[in-house]
């Protein structure tokens, strides 16, 4: 068979064109994709391929495990296009045998390692850079050019062509045009690609600083001297410079974002996002796309590319506030993040790598679900490696005056208005309360008794319970409960107990929820008492 011709003039033209095409590119697969089909319009090149420096992801099943120096990184192969004169297949696969080169192995390697141009024309049996002669043989391959991309002298892979003709000097040096540009256009869409994503990850993350700033406006610093939050402070003190995961159990109220954020502020991520995922609020069908991301067309509503929460947190914690509502079918998919440290986004087939600090919440009873199936076993020890539990308020009501003192001070400020005083009178009602909605419920009566204050004294808007009516009556003298005392010493508790039951009603006599009710007397017969004891509802 009389060997095709060398390269030719026309085959210039063809690379000139090629080069004006290369340069509208913005996307680096339709680049890549772009020169290897091109190259092989040629009737002298037979298969012409393209590897670009990634990271290491299939070491366990490659073919060059053995021969690798270094799996953190590789050559990926990325395109390829040629036909095959004796079968007439197309040669445009990228799984087979040489869909990876470690860096320093075989020709194609070691151009990257090296940065040098490597041209073989001696294809026998003997020769050091054919792997397989008896396909070039068959191919009527007889020479190979291996041009690495260097951009900047970064090598960031290796342009390989297999010949059916001796390559000419022009043909070379039209080569080496076309790496270089390549590279170029790699190097710079890369660049424009990542600031795309900073772009994204910035207007995500003032997001989130929006969010970081509203919630540290309305809940504020952590504000206690309980023994109880003492001992959950020392927790966060230890665990915080680890990487290890968090498990914050409670009830809903009692301040687990807060613990999360001094994990997050006092752990060596702390110049690094804090993002938190609220898992009650993601729609059942979300859930991946939200964690992940997804690719622009991946789904219905999909109009571009959307950065995931994990991708978001990269470097940084990941608050996952009521992990027990996430769906069990998504479980599996999170246990695999935690695990491996790896993920894909929704459309797409590139693994990425996460470097996330898991921080999870809940205030349901995880071992219980688990042993109900109601959540995956395996993923709540991989969760729970440190599992701190934040008592409720009525557990540490040591710490209301504190937290009160705190909510009257911010919620005034953000008001607008003069700051009330409270009084000892008030610190006894409040801490006379359960508080079911704990620290956020107690933030709220504050709230509203802060607004109401504009127009009259400070009052707190509390349901009476039998616990808090009990509480009244023994709290102004709690110390003589199992002592004997004059007729005067009662007269002056049974006074001091009526104002305080006045002004938990607001001094609401009769009627509804009025002192009266409470006390199980007429409301003539109180007012009556009122007088005789010289008590009057003070002035506004």
Same mark, same amino acid.
């Given at each position: 068979?009389?060997?095709? /011709?060398?390269?030719?003039?026309?085959?210039?033209?063809?690379?000139?064109?090629?080069?004006?095409?290369?340069?509208?590119?913005?996307?680096?697969?339709?680049?890549?994709?772009?020169?290897?089909?091109?190259?092989?319009?040629?009737?002298?090149?037979?298969?012409?391929?393209?590897?670009?420096?990634?990271?290491?992801?299939?070491?366990?099943?490659?073919?060059?495990?053995?021969?690798?120096?270094?799996?953190?990184? %590789?050559? #990926?192969?990325?395109?390829?296009?040629?036909?095959?004169?004796?079968?007439?297949?197309?040669?445009?696969?990228?799984?087979?045998?040489?869909?990876?080169?470690?860096?320093?192995?075989?020709?194609?390697?070691?151009?990257?390692?090296?940065?040098?141009?490597?041209?073989?024309?001696?294809?026998?049996?003997?020769?050091?850079?054919?792997?397989?002669?008896?396909?070039?043989?068959?191919?009527?391959?007889?020479?190979?050019?291996?041009?690495?991309?260097?951009?900047?002298?970064?090598?960031?892979?290796?342009?390989?062509? $297999?010949?059916?003709?001796?390559?000419?000097?022009?043909?070379?040096?039209?080569?080496?045009?076309?790496?270089? #540009?390549?590279? @170029?256009?790699?190097?710079?869409?890369?660049?424009?690609?990542?600031?795309?994503? +900073?772009?994204?990850?910035?207007?995500?993350?003032?997001?989130?600083?929006?969010?970081?700033?509203?919630?540290? +406006?309305?809940?504020?610093?952590?504000?206690?001297?309980?023994?109880?939050?003492?001992?959950?402070?020392?927790?966060?003190?230890?665990?915080?410079?680890?990487?290890?995961?968090?498990?914050?159990?409670?009830?809903?109220?009692?301040?687990?974002?807060?613990?999360?954020?001094?994990?997050?502020?006092?752990?060596?991520? #702390?110049?690094?996002? +804090?993002?938190?995922?609220?898992?009650?609020?993601?729609?059942? !069908? +979300?859930?991946?796309? &939200?964690? $992940?991301?997804?690719? *622009?067309?991946?789904?219905?509503?999909?109009?571009?590319?959307?950065?995931?929460?994990?991708?978001?947190?990269?470097?940084?914690?990941?608050?996952?506030?009521?992990?027990?509502?996430?769906?069990?079918?998504?479980?599996?998919?999170?246990?695999?993040?935690? *695990?491996?440290?790896?993920?894909?986004?929704?459309?797409?087939? *590139?693994?990425?790598?996460?470097?996330?600090?898991?921080?999870?919440?809940?205030?349901? !009873?995880?071992?219980?679900?688990?042993? &109900?199936?109601?959540?995956?076993?395996?993923?709540?020890?991989?969760?729970?490696? $440190?599992?701190?539990?934040?008592?409720?308020?009525?557990?540490?009501?040591?710490?209301?005056?504190?937290?009160?003192?705190?909510?009257?001070?911010? %919620?005034?400020?953000?008001?607008?208005?003069?700051? /009330?005083?409270?009084?000892?009178?008030? @610190?006894?009602?409040l801490m006379a309360y359960r508080w079911p909605g704990n620290i956020r419920e107690l933030q709220n009566v504050i709230e509203r008794a802060v607004i109401r204050s504009q127009t009259g004294p400070l009052r707190f808007d509390l349901p009476q319970t039998l616990d808090q009516g009990a509480a009244m009556v023994s709290s102004p003298t709690p110390e003589?409960?199992?002592?004997?005392?004059?007729?005067?010493?009662?007269?002056?508790?049974?006074?001091?107990?009526?104002?305080?039951?006045?002004?938990? #009603?607001?001094?609401?006599?009769?009627?509804?929820?009025?002192?009266? *009710?409470?006390?199980?007397?007429?409301?003539?017969?109180?007012?009556?008492?009122?007088?005789?004891?010289?008590?009057?509802?003070?002035?506004?």
């Amino acid at each position: 068979m009389k060997p095709p /011709p060398e390269l030719s003039c026309d085959d210039a033209e063809s690379f000139q064109a090629l080069l004006l095409e290369m340069a509208r590119q913005r996307d680096i697969d339709s680049l890549l994709r772009l020169i290897v089909g091109r190259l092989c319009r040629t009737s002298s090149i037979a298969l012409a391929r393209l590897w670009l420096i990634q990271p290491g992801d299939i070491c366990q099943r490659c073919v060059f495990a053995d021969e690798c120096p270094d799996r953190s990184q %590789c050559l #990926h192969l990325v395109a390829s296009d040629g036909v095959s004169q004796s079968t007439g297949s197309r040669w445009d696969r990228l799984d087979g045998r040489f869909q990876r080169f470690p860096i320093g192995i075989r020709k194609v390697g070691h151009i990257a390692a090296t940065g040098d141009v490597v041209e073989v024309t001696d294809i026998s049996e003997g020769s050091p850079w054919i792997v397989r002669p008896e396909w070039a043989t068959a191919e009527g391959i007889r020479g190979f050019v291996g041009q690495p991309l260097v951009h900047q002298s970064d090598v960031l892979g290796v342009l390989g062509v $297999f010949l059916r003709a001796p390559v000419w000097a022009a043909g070379r040096s039209w080569l080496r045009i076309i790496a270089d #540009h390549a590279a @170029v256009t790699i190097a710079n869409t890369r660049a424009l690609q990542r600031i795309e994503h +900073l772009t994204q990850q910035l207007e995500l993350e003032n997001e989130y600083l929006k969010d970081e700033i509203s919630s540290s +406006l309305q809940f504020g610093e952590i504000v206690g001297q309980s023994a109880a939050l003492q001992k959950v402070l020392q927790q966060v003190a230890l665990v915080a410079p680890t990487d290890s995961n968090v498990l914050i159990l409670g009830e809903s109220g009692v301040g687990k974002e807060l613990i999360a954020r001094a994990i997050h502020q006092q752990s060596p991520r #702390h110049d690094r996002p +804090l993002i938190k995922v609220n898992c009650a609020s993601i729609p059942r !069908d +979300l859930f991946e796309s &939200e964690f $992940f991301g997804h690719t *622009q067309g991946a789904f219905t509503g999909a109009v571009r590319d959307r950065v995931g929460r994990f991708e978001l947190a990269d470097g940084g914690t990941l608050f996952l506030d009521e992990i027990g509502e996430v769906p069990l079918e998504m479980q599996s998919k999170l246990l695999r993040v935690l *695990q491996e440290g790896t993920y894909e986004r929704i459309g797409e087939e *590139q693994t990425r790598q996460a470097d996330v600090r898991i921080v999870a919440a809940t205030n349901r !009873d995880l071992p219980k679900e688990a042993a &109900e199936k109601k959540f995956r076993e395996d993923l709540y020890y991989r969760l729970s490696v $440190f599992p701190i539990e934040v008592m409720p308020l009525r557990q540490r009501v040591e710490d209301i005056p504190l937290l009160a003192s705190h909510f009257l001070q911010t %919620c005034a400020r953000q008001i607008g208005v003069d700051q /009330p005083t409270l009084k000892e009178r008030h @610190v006894r009602e409040l801490m006379a309360y359960r508080w079911p909605g704990n620290i956020r419920e107690l933030q709220n009566v504050i709230e509203r008794a802060v607004i109401r204050s504009q127009t009259g004294p400070l009052r707190f808007d509390l349901p009476q319970t039998l616990d808090q009516g009990a509480a009244m009556v023994s709290s102004p003298t709690p110390e003589r409960a199992d002592t004997l005392m004059t007729d005067e010493e009662m007269r002056r508790i049974e006074r001091q107990n009526m104002i305080d039951v006045l002004e938990a #009603h607001r001094w609401k006599i009769s009627g509804d929820q009025g002192a009266a *009710q409470f006390l199980g007397l007429h409301p003539a017969t109180l007012s009556s008492r009122m007088r005789s004891m010289g008590i009057r509802r003070p002035r506004k």
